[in-house]
């Protein structure tokens, strides 16, 4: 019976002790599915990251294989995961950035430090480009990755937007830069172009009063062309200022390049470059634009003169227009308006330029010349005002050593062109004793456009300030007022004209100044002033204005 019992005792101690085994073994079960499970959660929460990030996380061995990539690169580049697994990683990257990521894997691959970013230029599934910036680290000795791990974002957006910037500071800084010029143009021009009308107006004066044969005529006609050469710079900075007032027509561009390449300006152009061979491709139907005819006579000539500069040893310099339709951007603007224009090229043969200086060629005083040489820099500035005052846009293509092509787009009218006119007799401008008042702040302007007026046979008086004008016509009348713009201390010549108007309704003026705001003169001219005519003086071109206002029908004064 004891041994029955002690058989029942140790069978008792194996039972408990096997439950106890089968507890343990149900415990390390739970345990394992536990960690399964928790595996599992881990795995769906690493794949719900990869798949869902906006990066995209690429594994590649030592030999820079792709062996892991998120699905997220599809939305990037627009290739399945299982369409790169295998390939080489600088497959994808374009073939200019190839040697710099090659080089920049090779120092990964000897740190266990984090990669600084980089961005690389990465081709599309569908041929377009990207940007991708990538940081990684080396984990090939890690077991459980085993291979060098990279984060990529795509920032092309961001590039762009930062280039965009970029662009746009450009634009404010020219923009700053034409108006700290128009600021200075202000500060100068009235002053100057008085000085200078002062200079070739007496100078007109004493050529008509020299004969012929005299020794000192040819000094005098040397003065004039000086003082006209100096105009001509004082208003290409008013072009520049946006300062100026133009005289806008309907012309014919073939005629404007027509007429510049008769002028003695390319003549003498030609006899100092006798290597380069000038042709012309003018399309005869080439419709008309809008635009100021010295203006752009200026902008032909001082394209060419840019051209012949780039060929000091001589070279083909050829001038083309032809009419086009655009419907998409030119070059270097994001938006053109679609329509005809008449296209300008002007293409050289010659040096070319750099592409550091590319950016900066229609800058005002920007010039490559050497000292000496002559040129005030502001040639290609001035191309690129007249083509902004009349709508237009520019696009250049050149590079060194390979010849540049200016291409220029005028939007067209179908208005027909204004007949060109020629010199004008004095007898057709002559006066037949009529009262002119001219009001001008600066004594020596006055005194000169007097002595042209009693030239002219007109009966002149002077005033020297806008409040003299006024108060001199509450006693007189004057046919008609020859009313500078800018007169200062005191009322300008808007404000004379308005408090003259109130006492003489009907009152003819015109209206002169070597400096004046567009939208002053127009309100003058919305009170009834006619012409706006430009300082320096001229002595048919004052005539005629003066001519032609008086000769309009007598005005309504009720």
Known sequence: MKDESKTKAELIDELTLLRREIA????????????????????????????NSSDIVIIVDDLARITYVSPSVERFVGYRPDELIGRSGFELIVSDDNPRAI???GRALMTREVVIPNAFGIRHKDGTMRILEGVGKNLLDDPAVAGFVMNVRDVTDRIQAEKERVRLEQRLNRAEKMEALGTMAGGVAHDL????????GYSELMLAAIDEASPVISHVRNVIQGGETAAAIVRDLLTLARRGVQTVKVLNLNAVIRSSLRTPEFEKL????????????????????????????????NLVFNAAEAMPAGGDLTIRTVSRHLDRPVRGYDHVREGRYAVLT???????????????????FYTKKAMGRGGTGLGLAVVWGAVQDCGGYIDVQSAAGSGSTFTLYFPVTEEPAADEKMSVPISHYMGQGESILVVDDVREQRELAAAMLAKLNYRVAKAGSGEEAVEYLRTHRADLLVLDMIMDPGMNGLETYEKITEMHPGQRAIIVSGYSESAIVSQAQAL???EYVKKPYVLERLGLAVRRELDKSVPDSH
Request: with cysteine; net charge negative; hydrophobic share 40%.
């Open 24 to 51: 343990g073994l149900k415990k390390a079960q739970a345990r394992q599915m536990r960690v399964s499970a928790a595996l599992k959660r881990s795995e769906a929460y690493f794949r719900a990251i990869t798949q």
């Open 103 to 105: 080089e920049d894997f």
């Open 193 to 200: 172009n008085n000085a200078l009308g002062v200079l070739i």
């Open 270 to 301: 030609c006899s100092s470059h006798p290597g380069v061979r000038v042709e012309t491709d003018l399309d005869e139907n080439l419709l008309n634009i809008q635009g100021a005819p010295g203006q752009l006579g200026k902008m032909v000539l």
């Open 346 to 364: 002007v293409t050289d043969t010659g040096q070319g330029i750099a592409e550091a200086d590319m950016k900066h060629i229609f800058e005002p």
């Open 528 to 530: 009834g002033a006619g």
